[in-house]
């Protein structure tokens, strides 16, 4: 790594002499010959480490220097050099966040050393710093929980559009994470340190939703009784994700296909125009394409929409990344129903391969907690699932009322398993662990023979 050093003295002959030496050592060098000068250079970035003289003539000395850049940049190190050396001005220059002092005539080979000691500083948390970014990234990327084919490429796609102003249509069928791709793409973006705005469009009527989405004036409508500032306005910098996009009416596509292309708007019942810097992201279960040709969805708000197009497949379709779901809602609500279940039996595991999620992640998201609701011991069972769950294992289950005598339980189980073996007496009995004879008796006892 190539190191820059500014060099900031009002001697000509100083700082050239230490430009030439700095640079013999493979350093980039400038210089100022003055704080103004050095401040400016400063502000222009790339600079990794400041030598300046603390006495300099001008309105900005070696202090103020020293003063700016640990309160502005704190990870440049500034070495004070001085003619005026004493004890009192060596700690007052350390107190104030110097990284070395030297007094004048200079000991070349001792600032020399100082310097390489404050870079190798310099280098090794420029690299945990980025260490931390690689590691928030990843962490934000993980967010979309996954490891299947299917949502690699959906990845790959997030991480290539995410710092990109391109509008991005996200669809697939209800529950299966279009939200959760839309978070990605923005915690992934230079702008995931500002806002991010849901709007579900669906759950609003046209007029609450032109509100929401564009804002209002006082008195722009009746209750309207102060100013309100809608989403796009609060997104500002940030990104907006329009959920079931393809439920607006005409009207609000029309002001919505304005924002996109000028980047302004008006209020309700406003007249001035705001303008706005914001991504947007939108999401839908409807085939677009199908609305504009039926005349219910603007085509050229589909094509400004549409500039990136991402399809989040169904859970059926990448049911390799069931495990990795299971482990993460059942952490999540075992936490928040105070249990410690360790996991699924292998019943209930196969259940939950086998089941084809027409609710996709949401669907298996609240089997999970209902089941750990249910759940009475460490592992989750057949019987702990929902029905519509349990019944995929292809595994018959006996449902007991509760309240029930021991010899109501009995009839019932005896008279279930003789159903679902067919009347077949010597299966059934094999089945409960008991002889054929015994059987017989119970069916006797329970006046069950002529059913049969």
Known sequence: MKFTILIIDDEKNIREGLAADFEMDGYNVKIAANGKEGLDLIANGDIDLVITDLRMPGSISGEEVLRQVTTKMP?????????????DAAVKAMQDGAY??????LNLAQLEVIVKRALEGRELKIKHTELLKQVSTQKK???VIGKSAAMQKVMTLVKKVADARISVLITGETGVGKEVVANAIH?????????????VCSSLSETLLESELFGHEKGAFTNADSLHKGKFELAHGGTIFLDEIGEINMNVQVKLLRVLQERKFERV????????????????????????????????LYFRLNGIHIEVPPLRERKDDIPLLLNSFLERYNAENGKHITGFDSQARNALYKYDWPGNIRELQHCVESSVVMAGG???????LPPSVSRASGIETISLPVGITLEEAEKIIIQENLAANKGNKSKTAETLGIGRKTLHRKLAEYGMESEE
């Open 75 to 87: 990870g440049i190190p500034v070495i004070v050099l001085t003619g005026h050396g004493s004890i």
């Open 100 to 105: 070395d002092f030297l007094t004048k005539p």
């Open 141 to 143: 990327a993980d967010m």
């Open 187 to 199: 915690n992934l973006s230079s702008r995931s340190d500002k806002a991010f705005i849901p709007v």
């Open 269 to 300: 019942g406003g007249e001035e125009p705001i303008e706005v810097d914001v991504r947007v992201l939108a999401a839908t279960n409807k085939n677009l394409e199908e609305e504009v040709k039926a005349g219910r969805f603007r085509e050229d």
């Open 378 to 384: 460490s592992e989750i069972t057949l019987e702990d």
